[in-house]
């Protein structure tokens, strides 16, 4: 076997794009051929992958599946809307949230799960499909939720497709009520989450750092007031903070339960479910939140710096 030397892996990787491991690794599968470790790195779809791993992906779809008493949503990211709509790309979404359903709810649990009956793992397909479509794309974020009895229901907001859209939603109702009234009474609240982006199912699953950023807004919209006061506005900002932003203390936007507050709901519904109703976590995904998009480019500029004008 040709020995694999730096030099060697340097040149293939200004050639193709790809990783340094994945060159030499290409190298010694090839006997040392540069040619024919091109070829591989090809057919394994990393040669054009590892070029666009830098463009950012902010486009893409949010996909969701469910199975029995367990769901899962998935944020895939592509660069551009175009692709989005592509029939592979969607395919590959509706795949990857079926295979998370079978995972520990981690992206590194997603990338290295197996397609049904296959070898080829979801971070391999992820990479052949960035070869052939030619655009950077992401596995951004994967949730899952687990239930032993009860509900976990779905809505997709605007969906593209069965499963596919730009906002997903999953919220787990535990209950041994009536499946029908829950799974009603889960797509209702599921589709007031999107709408209103709770942070927390209540005030205890506020992090400390978001409490203590509200707490340090509120003594600055209040500087120069004596502490006694200070510290009642703090104290009384805090809990007008959870009503807008936690779920439980929100009032719903569903025409159904008009002027009630989601724990009002589920105090109602648990008359009609015959058995207490708990939420006990839920999951929202909005396409490219959190991600920094470029700026679209100043064609007028680029045209005159080619020019010699710029």
């Excluded at 010694?28 to 591989?40: N, P, T």
């Excluded at 797509?187 to 978001?210: E, K, Y």
Aim: hydrophobic letters at 45%; one cysteine or more.
């Amino acid at each position: 076997m040709a020995t694999v030397t730096a030099a060697m892996v340097k040149e293939l990787r200004d050639k193709t794009g790809a990783g340094m491991m994945d060159c030499k690794a290409a190298l010694a599968e090839s006997g040392g051929d540069l040619e024919a470790a091109i070829d591989w790195l090809r057919k394994k779809g990393l040669s054009r992958a590892a070029k666009k791993a830098d463009r950012v992906a902010a486009e893409g779809l949010i996909a969701v599946e469910s199975s029995g008493h367990q769901a899962s949503i998935l944020e895939v990211n592509s660069e551009t809307d175009f692709v989005a709509r592509n029939d592979q790309f969607q395919a590959f979404a509706r795949e990857a949230a079926k295979v998370a359903l079978m995972t520990d709810g981690t992206i590194a649990g997603l990338e290295a799960a197996h397609f049904p009956g296959s070898t080829t793992t979801i971070k391999d397909r992820l990479q052949e499909l960035i070869a052939t479509i030619g655009e950077n794309m992401t596995l951004r974020r994967v949730a899952k939720l687990s239930l032993t009895e009860g509900v976990i229901a779905t809505y997709m907001h605007s969906p593209v497709r069965d499963g596919l859209g730009k906002i997903g939603v999953l919220v787990a109702l535990e209950s041994k009520g009536d499946v029908d009234v829950l799974s009603t009474l889960g797509r209702q609240i599921a589709m007031h989450i999107s709408a209103m982006n709770p942070v927390a199912v209540d005030g205890s699953g506020v992090s400390a750092d978001t409490i203590e950023r509200e707490k340090a807004i509120l003594r600055e919209k209040n500087a120069g007031k004596p502490a006694n006061v200070l510290e009642k506005i703090v104290e009384n900002g805090i809990k007008t903070f959870f009503k807008e932003t936690t779920l439980l203390e929100q009032v719903s936007v569903h025409p159904e339960h008009a002027g009630k507050t989601i724990t009002q709901v589920l105090k109602e519904t648990e008359g009609k479910a015959g058995a207490p109703v708990k939420i006990t976590a839920f999951v929202r995904y909005a396409l490219g939140e959190g991600i920094e998009k470029a700026d679209a480019p100043d064609f007028a500029a680029e045209v005159a710096a080619a020019a010699g004008q710029g």
